[in-house]
């Protein structure tokens, strides 16, 4: 009997996938599940809806969820690139406008090319958007 584990929620629509679910990034995809702006908070005052477009306006970051076999690997050899590059559960940053949405059973995903990702975040930074 196989049994199955829910890995990701969303937020938002409180929608869960099994990793039987997720799509596969082929080639050098990678699969990350963006971080969501907050449309209340803990208390459960809801935000202005400005702010909430500014948050989702500015937050470019969220978690590797999965990999293509060649993400990070030379184009032509295949051989790994040299230097720290992110790896499952790894949370990155990248452009803001980067890669392909998609939503898998309500849950809200975002697919990437290895060098759309920009930086590693160290887990016990949070980040957050601002406006000037």
């Not at 948050?55 to 293509?68: D, K, S, W």
């Not at 890669?99 to 160290?122: A, C, M, R, W």
């Amino acid at each position: 009997m196989s049994h199955q584990h829910a890995i990701i929620q969303d937020e938002e629509s409180n929608s869960t996938l099994g990793t039987h679910q997720l799509p596969k990034p082929m080639g050098w995809k990678v699969l990350v599940q963006a971080d969501q702006a907050k449309a209340k908070t803990k208390g459960g005052i809801y935000l202005p809806s400005m702010t909430v477009d500014n948050q989702e306006y500015l937050t470019a970051f969220g978690r590797v969820i999965a990999m293509g076999q060649l993400a990070y690997k030379d184009r032509d050899t295949g051989q790994q690139w040299h230097g720290e590059w992110p790896k499952e559960g790894d949370r990155v940053s990248y452009g803001k406008y980067a890669g392909q949405k998609l939503t898998v059973n309500g849950v809200k995903l975002l697919l990437l090319n290895d060098d759309e990702i920009t930086s590693i975040l160290p887990e016990e930074v949070s980040v957050t958007a601002y406006v000037e």
